[in-house]
């Protein structure tokens, strides 16, 4: 019998890539097509919240576009993403149940060659992860409370994870 307990084992729960392009209609189509190109799934549109008048974006505007991805076209595409932000996350990157760390260039990840009609964009990749048992709290029928301690993924888990599957440093 092992030590470890399998209900505390971290896993991912989805990967949002986010490019934000403002409200430039043109810059929201190549998003839309570097994401497509990227993930091989239809992104949907961020829309604002509210108006702002500085940058003339009112409420309901498209103002980039984001792909969620679940399951195994998570886990596939995330060690290319990492890789694309060399293999190094800032403390700051990692919070309670989640990693967040930015691509410059979309040319940084493997795979993906430059297409002069999409231009460079850059990307934000927010990774929500999660713990076995996790659904007894989301679903509808027979819903299950989940503890504090079982549901807080702390930074020092989510470092050790990160270093153990990925093989990604914590550093400045």
Do not use: C, W
């Amino acid at each position: 019998m092992s030590d470890k307990n399998s209900m505390k084992d971290i896993e991912i729960d989805k990967v949002v890539i986010n490019i934000g392009s403002g409200s430039d209609s043109k810059l929201q189509d190549n998003a839309k097509r570097l994401l497509e190109k990227i993930t091989h799934m239809k992104p949907a549109d961020s829309l604002s919240k509210r108006r702002n008048p500085t940058f003339k974006i009112s409420k309901g505007t498209k103002i980039g576009a984001f792909v969620t991805l679940r399951g195994k076209n998570a886990s596939t595409l995330l060690p290319k993403l990492f890789e694309a932000a060399d293999n190094k996350l800032k403390p700051k990157a990692i919070t309670t149940n989640t990693i967040n760390f930015g691509i410059r260039e979309y040319i940084d990840i493997n795979g993906i060659k430059y297409d002069p009609s999409i231009g460079m964009l850059g990307m934000n990749v927010n990774v929500a992860l999660k713990r076995p048992g996790f659904r007894v709290a989301d679903k509808k029928i027979k819903r299950g409370k989940i503890r504090e301690h079982h549901k807080k993924i702390s930074n020092e888990e989510i470092t050790e994870f990160v270093k153990n599957k990925f093989k990604v440093s914590i550093g400045e």
